[in-house]
């Protein structure tokens, strides 16, 4: 089956440092990838949409100078949360869409819970 | 209002009992219906697609009544592993085709 891996699992960063989150496509070309943030016992909420070698989609309500993204290869997206603060503190979940699969097959990466302090 | 509401329970039951979850979406143009379940700390997973006619996998049967904008999971004879939280998503048309996830609703088996 299709594999998605994120990197790192889990991270502590300070308030006010960027952290880089990166979502690869491990057996499959991915030509758009999600960003989700989870808060407890919440449901997921889509950040943004990125398709590879453009700009990414964002939500609204979700800052794009904040949370910015990249998806500069069909395997590879990053997410870099810059200036954190400790309200960033969240599960973020990437998932992928395989080149000519149906628009709903997404494949989900195993998460990053990312803690400021 | 939301887009996908569900009772977030949390449901508790005995191994072996019937469980029935219901989420209703807003919008009435959502093309396709998903059930997720999610344990904790993980990654949601693909539990089960919904259809009009109604579909069953094993113990979970799905149904979708599209007029009243409605969604239900039946799990039957539960077992302990089937504790999670089980997720109600919506696929909206349009754009990149974005999943709408429910808050989820938590189930807790025990023996």
């Known amino acids: 089956g299709a594999v998605v891996s994120q990197h790192p699992s889990w991270v502590i960063c300070k308030s006010g440092t960027s952290v880089k989150i990166e979502c690869r496509s491990l057996?499959?070309?991915?030509?758009?990838m999600f960003w989700y943030r989870q808060f407890p016992k919440q449901s997921l909420m889509l950040m943004a949409t990125s398709n590879e070698g453009s700009k990414a989609t964002y939500e609204q309500g979700v800052e794009k100078d904040k949370f910015l993204i990249n998806h500069a290869s069909l395997t590879l997206s990053t997410l870099t949360v810059t200036s954190a603060h400790p309200e960033d503190s969240s599960f973020y979940i990437c998932s992928a869409r395989e080149i000519q699969r149906a628009a709903y097959e997404q494949y989900f990466g195993p998460g990053t819970r990312l803690t400021v302090t | 209002r939301k887009e996908v509401e569900q009772d977030p329970g949390p449901f508790n039951v005995p191994e072996g009992a019937t469980v029935a979850f219901n989420c209703t979406y807003s919008n009435s143009a959502s093309q396709s219906f998903f059930w997720y379940r999610q344990d904790c700390r993980k990654e949601p997973k693909l539990l089960m697609s919904v259809y009009s006619s109604g579909n069953e996998d094993g113990r979970f049967t799905a149904q979708l009544n599209r007029a009243s904008q409605y969604i239900s999971l039946l799990i039957r004879d539960s077992k302990l592993s089937d504790s999670a939280t089980y997720l109600c998503v919506v696929n909206m048309l349009g754009g990149y085709n974005k999943l709408i996830f429910g808050a989820g609703t938590r189930l807790a088996v025990h023996p």
């Open positions: 057996d499959f070309q991915a030509t758009t």
